[in-house]
């Protein structure tokens, strides 16, 4: 486990495309090579995932992110997924309740992490309200959440009340049955762009007035990328096609191979829980 001596306070997410500053990664678990993949593609491999991991997090060091890696508290194959865990906010981080039980343990896991680190809590998602932190997506002054099998209206009516409390405006977006989660289909460029899959996937109308890119059938999950500062972002390098949309538009994309996660349909921006922003 990698531990820093980063000072957090008094302002964590100044906005939500801030230039990221802090953030929280979980090392994958082995059972990832368990994990049913998508479509057409092959199982990961743990060895491989967890040295995608690590270039991932060079790639944050070399653009100022101080990123602390932590080993996997859970077996679950999804465990490097933190940010399903919580979402943090100006004043402190939000506690999800994910809707895998085996997850769950790994929310008052990260609170001891949080609170060891004199990173404050805001606010817990209460039973029996149920959501992850990768159907929800910050930019500008609005929170976007995705109604998903992953959830319960308890659990996005109670996110929505904590995001007002904090002066963002919630939205909920509709996604396909077949579509696992926000993050698996949108990523935020900017304060007012975004990537998004087909309307096919997605409910594009929830996104009126944010300048969209859209990914092609097939490479939805290049959606998710990472935001690393306005019109900054880093992505897979499996989804080149994106990648050249986003740089002709004029937004700078780091690129990195994180495809044994890719193959079970986790994106960048699931990999990384934001900690600061400036």
């Avoid at 082995?30 to 040295?51: D, F, K, S, T, W």
């Amino acid at each position: 486990m990698h531990t820093t001596n980063v000072s957090f306070g008094p302002r964590l997410i100044a906005r939500p495309t801030g230039a990221l500053r802090a953030a929280v990664l979980v090392a994958p678990s082995p059972a990832i090579e368990e994990a049913r993949p998508l479509p057409g593609e092959p199982n990961a491999v743990h060895r491989r995932a967890a040295e995608q991991q690590n270039i991932l997090i060079k790639t944050l060091a070399y653009f100022g992110c101080d990123a602390t890696l932590l080993d996997a508290h859970t077996t679950d194959a999804y465990a490097s997924a933190v940010v399903d865990a919580t979402i943090v906010f100006e004043n402190g981080a939000v506690m999800m309740r994910p809707s895998a039980m085996s997850r769950r343990p790994e929310v008052a896991w990260l609170e001891n992490e949080f609170m060891r680190r004199d990173i404050p809590i805001a606010g817990h998602i209460a039973a029996p309200g149920l959501i992850d932190g990768s159907d929800v997506l910050m930019a500008g002054n609005t929170a976007f959440i995705g109604v998903t099998k992953r959830n319960n209206a308890l659990g996005r009516s109670g996110f929505a009340q904590i995001a007002k409390a904090h002066g963002f405006d919630a939205i909920e977006v509709r996604v396909a049955d077949t579509v696992a989660s926000l993050r698996a289909v949108a990523g935020i460029v900017a304060a007012d762009e975004v990537v998004l899959a087909p309307p096919e996937l997605i409910d594009h109308a929830a996104f009126a007035g944010f300048k969209t890119y859209l990914t092609q059938r097939g490479d939805e999950v290049g959606a998710g990328v990472l935001n690393l500062g306005d019109r900054h972002v880093l992505a897979d390098i499996r989804f080149p096609k994106i990648i050249d949309t986003l740089r002709r538009a004029g937004t700078t994309v780091e690129v990195i191979d994180l495809y044994d996660f890719a193959r079970i349909g986790l994106t960048p921006s699931m990999l990384v829980a934001d900690i600061k922003r400036v």
